[in-house]
């Protein structure tokens, strides 16, 4: 009957639904873009809009798809993921780019958070858990692993011991607060936010915060040597300028 409340509920309550995540595979093994796809097509909130195999396929296919989130590897042929990474960012700002990749390298991790990307994991993580990652980064976290965690507090105490070069014009490096290097510690170690929290008596949200000053502090560190200032006095710090650029917030890990 066209006046039953209930049909109307109901339909209310389809209106409701809230849009599935849009996702892009990115890799050039088609065994594991097929098993990533059969993956997240059983979960639900979650479409899988679009394949690639290359990074020149992955720009065309995001500028058609306009992906939410995109899982994409770095070294492919044509075109990597880094370049790719780029381009997709000037062309939808908005979407969420998830390096997952074999590369533990400490240089592509740097060129990827400057290119844009909202996350690095190692493929290596389980299939399982990808869902998981997709939900997270889609909801404004950003993910890394524990390992490149570790390279992050390598740099820090880095950046600490060149302080005081006498280089007056250069931006002082950032400095951690004590809490903020217990809390980077501890991703280093492979926890999540929940389980951080519960070590030092602290909330989730607190967690979340001192990650997101850790990367501040970076991206901070990094702005003057993106603009163009670096001058000669620099050029001996190569590893500082490749490293010391955040667009995102990049390690809240869980």
Known sequence: MAGDPGAT????????QPEPIR??????????????????????????????????EAVEKAGQALPDVVLMDIRMPRSS???ACRAMKELSPSAKIVMLTISDEEEDLFEAIR???????????????????????????????????????AEFASMASRDGSGRAEQVPPPRLTEREIEVLKLVARGMNNRD???????????????VRNILEKLQKAAD???DGSRDDRC?????RVRLIATRENLIEFG
């Open 9 to 16: 509920g109901g339909a209310q309550h389809a209106q409701r």
């Open 23 to 56: 996702v892009l595979i990115v890799d050039d093994h088609a065994l594991f873009r097929r098993g990533l796809e059969m993956v997240l097509a059983e979960e639900p909130g979650i479409e899988v809009v679009g394949e690639a195999s290359d990074g020149a």
């Open 81 to 83: 993921g880094i370049e």
């Open 115 to 153: 290119a844009g990307a909202s996350g690095y994991l190692l493929k290596d993580i389980p299939y399982d858990e990808v869902a998981d990652v997709v939900r997270a980064v889609h909801g404004g976290q950003s993910l890394i692993n524990p390992s490149m965690a570790a390279k992050l507090l």
């Open 196 to 210: 951080i929290a519960k070590e030092l008596f602290i909330s989730e949200n607190t967690v979340k915060n001192h």
């Open 224 to 226: 003057p040597l993106q």
């Open 235 to 239: 050029a001996g710090e190569p590893d």
